[in-house]
């Protein structure tokens, strides 16, 4: 019923940036905190960055200084801005929100799309 779209992910040079996006669709009636994960093969998912509803923003120490976490109401969507990359930021970014459907509130993660780094 409510589904999470990413895109943005892709291969860049270390030192280059992207900027990862995440859409919710469905029955949507209000959005709670959203956050970014990230995960790499044989490793567990990591916690990369926050943003509250109120716009208040938390970070993993390898983000910080780096990444910046956004959101659009409007448009029921959150930002990863990853700027100077290593190869060590390669994974598979996930997006997560928490998301009143009308029934009670959810939490919704993302397929995933894929970051890598090359050195």
């Known amino acids: 019923q409510v589904q999470l779209v990413e895109s943005g992910g892709g291969l860049v040079q270390a030192g280059g940036s992207l900027r990862l996006s995440c859409a919710a669709s469905g029955s949507i009636f209000g959005v709670g905190t959203m956050a970014w994960y990230r995960q790499t093969p044989g490793k567990p998912r990591d916690w990369v960055a926050a943003?509250?509803?109120?716009?208040?923003?938390t970070y993993a120490d390898s983000a910080k200084g780096r990444f910046t976490i956004s959101r659009d109401n409007a448009k029921k969507t959150v930002y990863l801005q990853m700027n100077s990359l290593k190869p060590e930021d390669t994974a598979d970014y996930y997006c997560k929100m928490f998301i009143s459907n009308g029934r009670g509130w959810i939490e919704v993660w993302g397929q995933g799309t894929l970051v890598t780094v090359s050195s």
């Open positions: 943003i509250t509803s109120g716009g208040v923003t």
